[in-house]
């Protein structure tokens, strides 16, 4: 079967919030652009958030550029955001194709070429925004290899009824934890296993404040000035009203990490084996980067020298939205803007006008 073949100014991989951001900027330039995601529809990482998921903001502040989110009660629900993320894809007209899943990045004359499963694509530049949640995080623990029980990260975690009466260990002090946490233990045993003791946020705490907080603690960086005095962080924990629930009903407290596996369960330093049928990851991602392999840029902690969002060692190579190396809060709603908001202008001004029409 002959492969089809595209020509674009630019491909953006990833059509989640940092994609979606960019290519809302990428709009006011005169360059042709695609973006390529793997989802089978709009939502990005969402799509794959347990069911009672929910943001730790108000709408109003988890917007992307443009276009607020619309309101609702409490804080949004996953579902809440999916749908959001769908009608901003269609609001703006943005050029997202789904589903193509991009199997590799390699160089090509003056750009790059984008294998995918739906035919490659040609390009003068990558703005790659795929994120992290394709690739969760679970630390290598002693013993691991034999534990007959169930082993899953929060990123698969679905719902807590097929835990009804499990021995559970939820493993992890972020909020993710925190809230898996408080559904589980209504329906299993549950024990909460964290490096050290969660920071709960006061209750009339939310994750506009943890912006803020962050942001004076960025700031402070950036001057030279210290930061450890300075309160807040974005693994804090917020008090969203399963976790208030949960602090009512006393389950709301951590122990330290145990010491090792064995075959039926976990061994804890006093050396008591206690039996588990599951243990579920709340340790966090590292980014989804395998398809830029080829182009010798990923180090070995999995990430890739830039300046601002721009590859340092590879001209053209941008990257979008995986924490604070590619820009302060960028893994965020409403941090990605600015750094998204510059990337595209970067993009602009390294390529000058259009080669390719869009496709």
């Not at 730790?56 to 502040?61: G, H, M, N, Y």
């Not at 490096?195 to 942001?215: C, K, N, W």
């Not at 965020?332 to 006008?353: D, N, Q």
Request: net charge neutral.
């Amino acid at each position: 079967m002959e492969v089809q073949e595209h020509h674009v100014d630019t491909v953006v991989i990833g059509g989640g919030q940092a994609g979606l951001a960019t290519a809302y900027f990428l709009r006011r330039h005169d360059l042709s652009a695609v973006v390529l995601d793997a989802e089978p529809a709009a939502g990005g990482a969402w799509r794959h958030g347990w069911n009672s998921l929910r943001l730790f903001s108000p709408a109003q502040w988890s917007s992307l550029p443009g276009w607020p989110m619309p309101a609702t009660e409490g804080y949004p629900t996953r579902d809440h955001v999916i749908a959001y993320l769908n009608d901003y894809e269609q609001r703006y007209g943005i050029p997202v194709r789904h589903p193509v899943r991009v199997a590799a990045v390699y160089p090509s004359g003056s750009g790059f070429m984008v294998k995918t499963n739906r035919g490659d694509w040609h390009t003068r530049s990558v703005i790659s925004a795929t994120g992290t949640w394709s690739n969760p995080f679970i630390p290598s623990y002693p013993g691991d290899y034999q534990f007959c029980g169930e082993q899953l990260h929060s990123a698969h975690y679905e719902y807590p009824e097929r835990f009804t009466g499990k021995r559970v260990l939820v493993v992890g002090g972020g909020n993710s934890g925190a809230q898996i946490l408080a559904e589980l233990s209504l329906l299993a045993r549950t024990t909460w296993v964290t490096p050290s003791a969660p920071i709960f946020l006061p209750d009339d705490v939310d994750g506009r404040v943890l912006f803020e907080r962050a942001t004076s603690k960025w700031q402070a960086a950036k001057q030279g000035k210290p930061t450890k005095d300075l309160p807040g962080g974005f693994g804090d924990v917020v008090m969203v009203p399963p976790v208030k629930e949960a602090r009512q009903r006393g389950v709301l407290h951590s122990v330290r990490p145990f010491d090792r596996f064995s075959a039926s369960g976990v061994v804890w330093d006093d050396g008591t084996d206690e039996p588990i049928d599951a243990v579920i990851w709340c340790t966090g991602f590292r980014p989804a980067l395998e398809h830029l392999r080829p182009l010798g840029v990923v180090l070995g902690d999995g990430k890739i020298n830039v300046q601002g969002t721009q590859s340092v060692d590879v001209p053209g190579l941008w990257l979008v939205g995986y924490g604070d190396w590619t820009g302060f809060a960028s893994a965020t709603i409403i941090g990605v803007m600015r750094s998204a908001k510059a990337t595209a202008l970067e993009v602009s001004s390294t390529l000058g006008k259009s080669v390719f029409a869009n496709q």
